[in-house]
């Protein structure tokens, strides 16, 4: 099995607001990617949430847990899609620092 894609996104906000950013920042990926993708699924456990996409005819899952002082994004990509972890690991961290920079 190979390794998951995993970002970790540095935040000086409170876990809550930290939260609730990336809670309303999905509405703005879902928006970003609502050409490629046929199905999303996501659920909330506490501070993690758990999602699985399909794009491509591949499937794609992962979470994200929101801790103190970082973000942690874990992406688990279809052999397919591998050849693309690069620049989904730049594009999850440019879209997730602006979710969370300070205000």
């Given amino acids: ?6 970002v970790r ?4 906000l409170s876990r809550g607001e930290a939260r609730a950013r ?3 920042g999905m509405d703005g990926v879902r928006r970003q ?5 046929t199905a999303i699924e ?16 591949q499937d794609v899952s992962g979470r994200i847990e929101v801790m103190d002082d970082v973000v942690e994004v874990e992406v688990e ?3 397919m899609l591998r ?8 594009r999850i961290g440019k879209e997730g620092t602006l979710m969370l920079e300070k205000k």
Avoid: C, Q
């Fill in 33 to 37: 990617i609502a050409p490629f993708v």
């Fill in 1 to 6: 099995m190979a390794k998951p894609l995993v």
């Fill in 83 to 90: 050849r693309l972890g690069e620049m989904l690991r730049k």
């Fill in 42 to 57: 996501e659920s909330w456990t506490g501070d993690r949430m758990s999602f699985r996409v399909t794009a491509l005819g």
């Fill in 9 to 12: 996104i540095p935040h000086e």
């Fill in 77 to 79: 990509l279809p052999w």
């Fill in 22 to 24: 990336i809670g309303n």
